[in-house]
């Protein structure tokens, strides 16, 4: 009789277990739905390196690297709004950039042309 206990002990416990798995599992999956996808690595890279070439020849031709503070936080503030900006990060989902960053920098330019 205990062997048939424990056997259903562990029935019980495994079905609980596997109850509690899957309720974590599809937490997990809704909270990662709601998070913006990143680019790859890859593609990120040649952003970045895209970014660079960029600033450095608005820097050549005689432009300002930087804009103002309220001209920043303008920007800043429509891709906090904006449904590919993951908060968690401060990034944009679509082109992989720190946004903090990348609304400063006057050559930049929103790669969905909100800004």
Known sequence: MK???????????????????????????????????????????????????????????????RLSSDEANARLSVCKGCEFFDKNQERCGKCGCFMALKTYLKAERCPVGKW
């Open 3 to 65: 062997l048939i206990e424990m056997i259903l002990n562990i029935i019980n416990m495994n079905r609980d277990s596997l109850r509690q798995s899957l309720q974590n599992n599809r937490i997990q999956r809704l909270e990662s739905s709601n998070k913006p996808n990143m680019p790859s690595l890859p593609k990120m890279v040649t952003n970045a390196a895209q970014a660079v070439v960029r600033n450095v020849q608005s820097v050549a031709a005689g432009n300002d690297l």
